[in-house]
């Protein structure tokens, strides 16, 4: 028995079959993507792919430029990547490295020297541009992301439509330096009559995962098909598909390629096939989310990001309106303040998409924070969405109402953020100021001083549940605490 050999060698069969699949099943969904001049390599899934092919550009660069720090430029709130992983994988290579005279590493012989490569995040929110950052590359000459100059330090990564909100747009850096995320690449996530058009990227990225399930990891990168370019995917693919890092099994291909003939049993102008009925359902969770945000944006409670047109995206990303900027705390765990407190639904806020940039430049208003954004993912069942929408509509029309005893209502919400907001200036202390050093009980007291009408045991289970000393959760947010709702 062998073992599997599905890495960088394109003459394999098992490479066509996939990469046949693939296209197939990109023209099947009405995706208007020429790929005819790029390569194709297996992979477990968009995640991967994206590490992978940011180290191959980076790779691609330190082979044949002086460069050794690189930026990505992110517009922010956006998603990032394993950017250490992608550097691991160049600096296996340092061989590789280009070591020419006219560097300034030559001097020092440091030029195919571990631990030099870097990739650093420069995130930038819309509002900013056409105006883009500056960064010199290692002679000491100045580029923004949109250089066409080769000895450009930059790289953009892209996802689209985005994550978490729903962009539909080209990169601002050329398509040699621009890294295309595909993972929701499908119809159900965009609105109705979309067309998948044909963006130009280095890179393109797919997966299976978000039109079937998170557990089954497989999917597909494409790199540009240029020499510089096939060399430092090879180079790469070889190391993150070795046999120590796991080989891509037969049965992980073969298994994408299965599910995808599955899913193309049906036209997709059928109701009924996978993806047209998966659509549907999507539009559906968006109809329901859309119009609670309505009455809550109508209330001057919170709304949704004026850039995010609806059915775009597979979340939906909000902030708190203008009145109540500033509001919102650290109740730990990134879990949105405004709806675990008072909508019972836990949301990240996704505090960490900021990538560097302030959200103040996102230009809404010079009081607001990360904290007052919210990232509301739309994976579950109908179910979940339509009382995660009754309980919006019925906090944001009577600011008076509560959901459960244990929660809040936005007037009290309103008081118990106003208090902590004088305690924090008195004490002029971090966000985390003395929730991060008081018991539950000292702050229970708190909660019932802006409550009054709250018994002491239900303060205490709402002090628990928002102690801002309860690490990130790993795993994904976006249904309602089991204590408060049988709806996951």
Not at 390 to 403: E, G, I, P, W
Request: with cysteine.
């Amino acid at each position: 028995m062998t073992y599997p050999a599905v890495r960088t060698d394109q003459s394999l069969p098992e490479m066509g079959e996939l990469n046949y699949k693939w296209l197939q099943f990109l023209t099947y969904m009405g995706s208007q993507l020429d790929l005819t001049n790029y390569v194709s390599y297996a992979d477990y899934g968009a995640e991967q792919g994206m590490v992978m092919s940011i180290a191959t550009k980076v790779m691609e660069l330190v082979a044949t430029t002086c460069n050794r720090q690189f930026y990505a430029f992110l517009e922010a709130p956006a998603y990032g990547y394993d950017w250490s992983q992608a550097v691991s994988w160049v600096e296996m290579r340092t061989s590789n490295f280009y070591n020419g005279a006219e560097c300034p590493c030559y001097a020092t012989s440091t030029c195919q020297t571990r631990g030099t490569v870097s990739i650093s995040q420069r995130g930038w929110a819309p509002a900013r541009l056409p105006a883009l950052p500056w960064e010199a590359d290692a002679l000491g000459t100045y580029y923004q992301p949109n250089s066409t100059a080769a000895a450009s330090p930059w790289l953009q990564t892209n996802v689209i439509p985005g994550n978490p909100i729903g962009r539909f747009g080209a990169c601002q850096a050329p398509q040699a330096r621009c890294l295309c995320d595909g993972v929701y690449w499908y119809p159900g996530f965009v609105s109705p009559g979309t067309t998948l058009q044909n963006f130009q990227c280095y890179s393109w990225a797919f997966s299976i995962t978000k039109i079937y399930s998170a557990q089954m990891r497989a999917g597909i990168m494409y790199i540009m098909n240029y020499p510089d370019a096939v060399t430092a995917a090879g180079r790469v693919v070889g190391k993150a598909l070795s046999i120590a890092n796991g080989l891509m099994s037969y049965m992980q291909l073969w298994g994408q390629i299965s599910l995808m003939d599955q899913i193309m049993a049906k036209p997709f102008s059928d109701p009924t096939s996978w993806l047209h009925a998966m659509a549907l359902a999507q539009y559906e969770k968006w109809d329901v989310m859309h119009t609670a945000f309505g009455v809550c944006q109508t209330a001057g409670i919170m709304q949704i990001t004026h850039e995010q047109p609806k059915y775009f995206g597979a979340y939906i990303f909000s902030h708190m309106s203008t009145p109540l900027h500033g509001y919102s705390n650290n109740i730990g765990r990134a879990s949105s303040d405004f709806f675990l407190s008072v909508v019972g639904y836990d949301h990240f806020n996704y505090n960490w998409g900021w990538r560097g940039e302030t959200p103040t430049a996102y230009g809404i208003s010079t009081n607001i924070t990360a904290m007052d954004f919210h990232r509301t993912h739309t994976f579950r069942a109908y179910q979940v969405y339509a009382e995660e929408a009754r309980r919006m509509t019925l906090v944001c029309s009577n600011r008076d109402a509560k959901v459960t005893s244990s929660l809040l209502s936005v007037n009290e919400w309103v008081t118990l953020r106003a208090a902590d907001l004088r305690r924090r200036r008195a004490r002029k202390l971090s966000d985390a100021y003395d929730e991060q050093t008081s018991d539950l009980h000292e702050r229970a007291l708190q909660v019932q001083a802006a409550a009054p009408k709250m018994r002491l045991a239900d303060a205490i289970a709402y002090a628990e549940l928002t102690d801002p000393r309860q690490p990130a959760d790993p795993s994904e947010h976006g249904g309602p605490p089991e204590e408060y709702a049988p709806y996951f």
